[in-house]
């Protein structure tokens, strides 16, 4: 994400928590989309959050797993993530992803 996106992301969370108060992120009810949004925002800001990777085959074996930092973007065919320096990218698998 470039810099200019990650301001542009921070100043959106700022406004949002001016206008709305704090409480807005604080587990409202029916905000769940709103929360989504933002902690999507945090991991983009963040270069991630600690999450862990599974990824699997369509018949169910592991094929491999990943944990650390992890920001994860994915599309119709394919996930991909940056860990420790290395670009994984995965097409037509399964792909857990487990915030820890």
């Known amino acids: 994400m ?3 996106k990650k301001w ?3 100043a959106l969370v700022l406004i949002m928590v001016s206008m709305f108060g ?4 604080a587990g ?9 949004s933002c902690k999507t925002c945090e991991s983009e800001m963040t ?5 862990t990777v599974n990824v699997y085959s369509y018949d169910g074996k592991l094929l491999a797993s990943y944990s650390g ?6 599309n119709e065919t394919k996930v991909l993530f940056d860990l420790d320096g290395k670009r ?7 792909v857990e992803v487990i915030e820890n």
């Open 69 to 74: 930092k992890i920001d994860v973007e994915e």
């Open 28 to 36: 409202c009810e029916g905000c769940a989309s709103l929360q989504r």
């Open 2 to 4: 470039t810099n200019t």
């Open 88 to 94: 994984y990218i995965y097409y037509n698998a399964i």
């Open 8 to 10: 542009l992301c921070a």
């Open 22 to 25: 704090a409480t807005l992120f």
């Open 47 to 51: 270069g991630g959050l600690d999450r």
